[in-house]
């Protein structure tokens, strides 16, 4: 568990969201394991950068980019033009993207795929949010991956794809790692 100081220490630019989002948080790293202070400090350096400190839970683009070609189809979205980039755009504060992660989300937090297929905004309530973001940890196994000296690199390549906006990810997690012990 960790304490709204520690949070707001890790994330400055979110002291007035902290309240808000503490239990979740802390609700989500019990559910999935994120146990010691290289899970926690990795973990939320992630959710740092991706949610903007706590401030966004739903993506900035249009998610156009989604509804069609390749990146559509590797997201598990139709091939047609008919919205699913636009619908399952990134949401929670680890932006779950795509109907294929949507679905599978759906079944780990609701038992149920269809929930969050058709009601895709609930990733942006406080505690699904912070649940997705979550398992997504979970599901990627990556608790395993930041208990290991070094991996830093590696969890963030799991959580984004590839390294964009590592250097603010790398400084969240310094900073936890020293705000945690």
């Given at each position: ?177 020293r705000v945690l012990g």
């Amino acid at each position: 568990m960790i304490t709204r100081t520690q949070l707001v220490a890790i994330m400055p630019q979110a002291a007035q969201r902290a309240d808000r989002w503490l239990d979740p948080l802390n609700a989500a790293m019990t559910e999935y394991g994120i146990d010691n202070s290289r899970r926690i400090a990795a973990f939320l350096a992630q959710v740092a950068h991706e949610s903007g400190q706590l401030r966004y839970v739903r993506e900035l683009a249009s998610g156009a980019a989604y509804d069609t070609g390749r990146l559509a189809a590797r997201l598990g979205n139709t091939p047609e033009a008919d919205g699913d980039g636009q619908k399952y755009k990134g949401r929670g504060l680890i932006q779950i993207t795509g109907r294929h992660n949507y679905r599978q989300c759906s079944i780990a937090l609701f038992g149920d795929a269809a929930i969050l297929l058709d009601e895709p905004a609930l990733l942006e309530e406080p505690d699904n949010a912070a649940r997705s973001a979550g398992w997504f940890w979970w599901s990627h196994g990556l608790n395993v991956v930041a208990d290991c000296p070094n991996s830093f690199q590696l969890v963030t390549r799991k959580i984004n794809g590839g390294l964009n906006g590592y250097a603010d990810r790398l400084h969240h997690y310094e900073t936890a790692l020293r705000v945690l012990g």
